[in-house]
RNA sequence: GGGCGCGUAGCUCAAUGGUAGAGCAGCGGCCUUUUAAGCCGUUGGUUCAGGGUUCGAGCCCCUGCGCGCUCACCA
């Protein structure tokens, strides 16, 4: 039982909770009568002062008490809602002593308590709701972490605040009832998406949902997560893309789609990576690369403009200026430049080996020449990708769902958005070769053969959409919690998602 | 999975191998315009768990658990 293990703080608020309902209080009442959030109130009361209105404004405010300041016959105490905190001010002149002790009594900081009033300015100029009348509206058992905020020359300076990472994922409820920068992130979370949604509405594409659960995983190479459904004897996998299914849709009509959703793929985590992700791609028909680049700037500068009002970030100790247009970098040519190392010298994987070799950068024997090179990118590249910065034209090997460039058929249409030296984005002209797409298939599933569970399967249905005629297109995939801890200055994934997977407790 | 680090009161943190402490929160008292309210008093600990070394372990050793960082992994 919930109970059993009560500390003495707790069993105090036990005590105080059924004492109450013995007093025909009840602690949890049904509903609430609260007309006003608290930042309305102040501004109404500010109208309101400015109207040089006679009659006493009267308000019924309600939230989860964060302060509490008895003074004998009279308290102070700070509530907070949704919009904020407001003060309340209650003397024994308006409510009289019986409940004054019922507040001294029975309430403490983190209960939710409903107050009426009317609203008026202290002495040292406050916005405080005057309390006439008050009851409990929730009773919390637990305390949550003392917080207290201090304002020093306007900045909030909290003390002692929850700071625990643990804590703060396991118990994500209480770091967000007491941390307003932690609810702030997720304002911002909600708004990018938005901003997204907006974006691409507004270009004419098509929000669709494509299914989770799939009998064939692909468009990424990742390892998946499987499931059994019982009725249809089936194993299936959790997608660990959507691309497959949105290309379907181009071969349907829907000429411009997107999806925004999870992908799950069974790997590692770390700051940049989770098992559990939000995905956004676009599909585009009549598009290429070029053109998904051109578009990828201004997306994500105009979401910053309008959730943010700026265009300039700090993330990663950098400042980072997210004006269009970005730097644009070709591989062969970034490598030239930054590593010395002319891709086009070394055709084969066994020449790139040497090269790697030399450099002491370690990799499994037998890796394809396009892992190598990217293995030179992330050494050589990525690092000091810190300026916004697409990163273009990618080796065919690992790009099985792209189609190469007219002139070069080793290279192929791909870009990657990289920011702050991390991998943002990846988009690229798509592949709609049916017979083409057959062969990267069966090319892939020889260089993932040793590799099962990296395997990328042959799609069957997908070839037989392709073989239906897709129009040229350009795709393009962003990792959304990527996005969000970008704009949002946070240093790791976890910070961005509500709650990051944590082993069991116990 | 490997390496490194951390785990002490509800929260934030102290404590040479020698009586486990502070601030905040809590509890009692004073206080009719406070706001990190203040003043006086006071409660609160399986030091993550289990073993070991030692006269004696929060501290040293081992194992386990959890968290963090990092490497690997992640086209």
Known sequence: MLTEDFSELE?????????????????????????????DAIKAFEAHEAAGEAEALKLTLAGRLRAIRHMGKLSFAHIEDRTGK????????????????????????????????????????????QVEDFRMLSKALYQLPA??????????????????????????????????EVREIFRIRAEVVRGLRKFLDSRGFLEVETPILQPIYGGAAAK??????????????????????????????????????????????????????????????????????????????????EVL???????????????PPWNRLQIRQGLIDH??????????????????????????????????INLLMDTYLEPILI?????????????????????????????????GGMELCNAFTELNDPLDQEKRFLELGRAYAEDDEERNPMDED???????GMPPAGGFGIGVDRLVMMLTGQHSLREVILFPPLREEE
């Not at 992908?263 to 995905?279: A, C, I, M, Y």
């Not at 009002?309 to 004006?323: A, Q």
């Not at 300026?387 to 189609?403: E, M, N, V």
């Not at 997908?462 to 239906?468: C, E, K, S, V």
């Open 11 to 39: 069993n105090l608020r036990l005590e105080k909770m059924l004492q109450l309902r013995q007093n025909g209080i009840e602690p949890y009442p049904t509903r609430s009568y609260k007309n006003s959030s608290n930042a």
């Open 387 to 419: 300026q916004p910065t697409f990163l273009y034209d990618y080796p065919r090997d690992i790009s099985p769902l792209a189609k190469a460039k007219p002139e070069d058929p080793s290279t192929v249409e791909r870009f990657e958005g990289y920011i």
């Open 309 to 323: 009002g700026t265009m300039i970030v700090n993330f990663n100790g950098h400042e980072i200026d997210l004006t």
């Open 224 to 305: 998946p997560f499987t499931t059994y459904h019982n009725q249809l004897h089936q194993e299936l996998f959790l997608r660990v893309s959507f691309e497959l299914y949105l290309k379907r849709l181009l071969v349907g009509g829907l000429d411009r789609v997107y999806e925004i959703g999870r992908d799950f793929r069974n790997e590692g985590v770390s700051f940049k990576h989770n098992p559990e992700f939000t995905q956004l791609e676009f599909y585009m028909a009549y598009a290429d690369y070029n053109t998904i680049m051109d578009m990828t700037e201004q997306m994500i500068s105009e979401v910053a403009q």
């Open 86 to 129: 407001i003060q309340l001010f209650m003397r024994i002149n308006e409510v009289g002593q019986d409940k004054l002790d019922e507040f001294v009594r029975y309430f403490d900081l983190g209960d939710f308590i409903e107050a009426t009033g009317t609203m008026v300015r202290t002495k040292r100029g406050e916005v405080t709701l």
């Open 147 to 180: 917080a207290k905020d201090e304002v020093v020359d306007g900045e909030i300076v909290r003390h002692a605040a929850l700071t625990d990472p643990e804590t703060r994922y396991r118990q994500r409820y209480v770091d967000l009832a007491v941390n307003p």
């Open 339 to 372: 590593a010395g190392i002319d891709i086009q010298d070394y055709p084969t994987a066994a020449d790139l080996e040497e090269v790697l070799k030399a450099r002491q950068i370690s990799f499994k024997p037998g890796t394809p020449r396009g892992k190598l």
């Open 462 to 468: 997908f070839l037989r959409a392709l073989a239906y």
